[in-house]
């Protein structure tokens, strides 16, 4: 069994993080005050199949993966926290749990924001993580499937991080879910869905519910989990269009303080101080005497419930919240300790299926296979970006010109929390810049001075 020190350190080397969301560097999580270990395989976002496919296909690797990261942390139980509608998966995992005392199935309801930590908590463990406080404050630690795959892929095989499986889904011939070295472009990964079946596309990156609008030419990073091709007029293409000050003026004008977003707000229904309707009253009518409202903002956590799902007039209680929050966050103004409420018993009849989430947003026509193609795809031109985590960018240790081999580390961890970046193909380095390095295939670079000569 290896020490939490002795794992933290290859962890870190091996440059894992949270395989989707914000990217927190994994070895961070590792924590002897850990008593509960969740594998998160709620697949929060609709249309995203990753997850399920990996952890059916790699049940006992990641299993024993998940247990021994238990036992070095010395946690007491270990709980997968896994969807009731993933059956193969299910069925996969009961093949091999009898071998691990402590671990357990947590079931989910198909319901949106399953996968969002705190939620995901409270459902497998009746724990309230304490607003603005972190998992390890109630002995959780939370780690996802293909994090803890990218774990076993390190210990077992020495690879470090240097590929992502990146689900295509929406406008495309073939939904499927693809594994792509970091760096490759969002336009090559599309394209192994075959053609679009719209003539003008728009690039979601992350699901339609916390993604956002991307460009062709950006690179996928170790948190890309997700490209949903929708048209350019599709209902979230519109919403994430809009511009703030006018979806203040619309909630000036229509938001009837009919109190949908809080009552069906994730982290309010936990006991969290989050109230968006008593935010967008505020916000609105620009009326500071109860401060609280805006510094409660910091408890959203941004799953987008309250304007892509509660809101009947349409207003973007989210959006505005977001604005509010980054500004409090430039000026330093941290979450304050807050305590939760009781959980109250209307909780479970204000959960959001996630059927009806879907055919709200206009999603249902998509929600389609995109079966798993586990073989790195071939590449010859990759840009890898110095920051794909929470905290301090990997520092480059390579200069243009360079040969590198797929699997060197070409950034190593910078001074406090970081991990180090690997080369996902071998090459030559073309370009450093303190954001990305771009390797190139030699014979690429060859043809294409062949052809400018
Ligand atoms: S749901 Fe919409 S209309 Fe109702 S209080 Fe919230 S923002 Fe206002
Ligand atoms: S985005 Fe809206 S629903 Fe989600 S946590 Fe924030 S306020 Fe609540």
Redesign the pocket.
């Known amino acids: 069994m290896m020490e939490i020190e002795q794992l933290s350190k290859l962890i870190q080397e091996n440059g894992i993080v949270g395989a989707g969301g914000a990217g927190f560097p994994s070895y961070a999580k590792l924590n002897a005050k850990t008593e509960t270990l969740i594998l998160n395989c709620a697949e929060c976002e609709p249309l995203l199949k990753l997850h399920r496919q990996l952890l059916e296909k790699y049940a006992a690797e990641i299993a024993d993966t998940f247990y021994k990261i238990g036992r070095t942390v010395g946690a007491k139980e270990m709980v997968i926290g896994i969807k009731k509608s993933y059956k193969k998966t299910i069925e996969a995992l009961h093949a091999v749990l009898d071998a691990y005392p402590n671990m357990r199935l947590g079931l989910l309801d198909e319901v949106y924001p399953a996968g969002d930590e705190v939620v995901l908590i409270y459902e497998v463990t009746k724990k309230v993580v304490k607003p603005g406080g972190l998992p390890i404050d109630c002995g959780v630690a939370v780690f996802n499937v293909e994090t803890v795959y990218n774990v076993y892929r390190a210990v077992e095989k020495n690879i470090p991080v240097i590929d992502k499986l990146v689900s295509v889904v929406g406008e495309v011939e073939h939904p499927v879910t693809v594994r792509v070295p970091i760096g490759t472009s969002i336009e090559e990964t599309v394209r192994l869905a075959g053609n679009n079946t719209h003539d003008d596309p728009v690039y979601f990156i992350g699901g339609p519910m916390m993604g956002q609008i991307g460009s062709g030419l950006q690179p996928v990073t170790k948190t890309t989990n997700a490209v949903l091709v929708l048209p350019q007029d599709h209902l979230i293409v519109r919403k994430k269009q809009r511009k703030a000050s006018i979806d203040l003026k619309r909630?000036a004008a229509?938001?009837?303080?009919?109190?949908?977003?809080?009552d069906l707000c994730p982290r309010n229904r936990l006991g969290h101080p989050i109230e968006?309707?008593l935010f967008?009253r505020a916000a609105t009518c620009k009326d500071v005497q109860e401060p609280n409202i805006f510094i409660n903002t910091m408890f959203c956590s941004s799953c987008g419930l309250?304007e892509m799902y509660?809101?009947?007039?349409g207003?973007s209680?989210r959006s505005l919240i977001a604005d509010y929050k980054a500004g409090l966050r430039a000026n330093g103004i941290k979450p304050p300790k807050a305590e939760p409420k009781p959980v109250g018993t209307e909780r479970d009849y204000r959960k959001v299926p996630m059927a009806r989430l879907m055919a709200r947003l206009d999603l249902a026509k998509y929600n389609k296979k995109a079966p798993l193609a586990d073989e790195a795809i071939t590449v010859s031109k990759v840009k890898i970006l110095l920051s794909q985590h929470i905290g301090a960018p990997a520092a480059a240790v390579v200069h243009a010109g360079e040969q590198v081999q797929k699997g060197q580390m070409i950034a190593q961890p910078a001074q406090g929390l970081s991990v180090g970046i690997h080369a996902s193909i071998s090459g030559t380095v073309s370009a450093v810049t303190d954001q990305y390095i771009v390797i190139e295939k030699e014979h690429e670079k060859q043809k294409g001075c062949a052809e400018n000569e």
């Open positions: 909630a229509s938001c009837c303080q009919c109190t949908m977003c809080t968006p309707h967008m309250c509660s809101c009947m007039q207003l209680p």
